[in-house]
């Protein structure tokens, strides 16, 4: 995985904001914002998409949303709402091959999902 940019954030060879990181989970906020918070939150694991989610994985992916709702809290957005979008594939605009949640709050995100 040389080149994944994910994994290079994870063993620190390009910086990021973290929010929150623990033995298997990295959170940090997103380079280009689109919303006040947005904040990405990875497997340490390299998972390329969700596609790619196996059985061993489901521990990690329940994780993933225990870490988003104690960031939620911290952060004071639990009560305001948030939102949590994962992209799969060319269609949804997945730029990043490495799995990642994105968590957007802040604002009044409108009722629809897609941009
Ligand atoms: P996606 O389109 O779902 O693959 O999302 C990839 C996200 O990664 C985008 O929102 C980018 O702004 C974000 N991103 C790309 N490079 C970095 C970086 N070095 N640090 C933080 N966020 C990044
Ligand atoms: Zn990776």
Redesign the pocket.
Known sequence: MEEC?FCK?IKGE?P?EKVYEDEEILA?K???PAAPIHI?VIPKKHIATLLDVSKEDNYLIAKIYEVINQIAKDLGIAKDGFRVIT?CGKDA????MHI?F?LLAGRKLGAKIVG
């Open positions: 940019i954030i390009i990021s940090f997103d380079i280009n990405l992209n605009g997945q730029e990043v990642h994105h």
